[in-house]
């Protein structure tokens, strides 16, 4: 698996230290709104790929919150694009009211923002009290970056990238650094 790897995008120790960063920010933000944290506070992480992010950033909110996974898939997992997909929804474990909760959504990369707008319309039906947005990679591409989100861990080249819970083919989602993959890796399929 190391020997598929081109370079080191991010490093461990730097994704650690912005996901402290970023938490802290939330925290703040939350309480801000509130007057003190929040009554009610759901995260709403986007499977697979935030799996990791997800895992370190709520070990950093020192806040009561709950955990409500779903899945969207804009990409097929053989391909190195999400461009064009087509967005297929199941977000069926939402409760049908979220009234009076607030929501963070999470997903590990803003691309075309297909998912996360899907995840937004679907969150909106039911009537939360603020939906938030947080992404862990935002590609620099016109797409990504006209896309509204709260907050953004990284902003990154336009190229393909594995690791810290992103895959190719399901795969290097175990890999601790944002890296990019040797382009034979792309060629074995
Ligand atoms: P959209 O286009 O909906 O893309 O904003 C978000 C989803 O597309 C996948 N994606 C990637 N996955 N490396 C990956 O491992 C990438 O560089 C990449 N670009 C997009 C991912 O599933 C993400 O949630």
């Known amino acids: 698996m190391l020997e598929d790897i081109d ?9 650690a230290r912005r996901v402290r960063e970023i938490a802290q920010q939330i925290t703040h933000d939350l309480c801000l709104e509130e007057e003190g944290p929040p009554a009610e506070l759901t995260l709403v992480p986007i499977l697979t790929g935030s799996l990791i992010f997800v895992a370190d950033l709520i070990r950093e909110l020192p806040l009561k919150l709950q955990l409500n996974l779903v899945s969207i898939s804009s990409y097929s997992g053989t391909k190195a694009t999400s461009r064009g997909a087509a967005v297929e929804q199941s977000l069926t ?17 803003l691309d075309s923002g297909n998912t996360l707008r ?3 319309v679907a969150l909106h039906h039911r009537q939360p009290a603020s939906i938030r947005t947080c992404v862990l990679l935002r590609k620099q591409r016109p797409e990504a970056m006209a896309f509204p989100v709260d907050y953004v861990c990284f902003d990154i080249p336009d190229v393909f990238v594995v690791g810290y819970g992103l895959d190719y083919n399901g795969y290097y989602r175990n890999l601790p650094d944002i890296v990019t993959l040797r382009p034979e890796v792309f060629r074995r399929r």
Do not use: C
Request: hydrophobic share 50%.
């Open 7 to 15: 370079r080191i995008l991010i490093s461990r120790e730097t994704i």
């Open 93 to 109: 474990k939402l409760p049908e009211s979220m009234a009076g909760t607030h929501v963070l959504v999470i997903d590990d990369i």
């Open 118 to 120: 899907a995840a937004i």
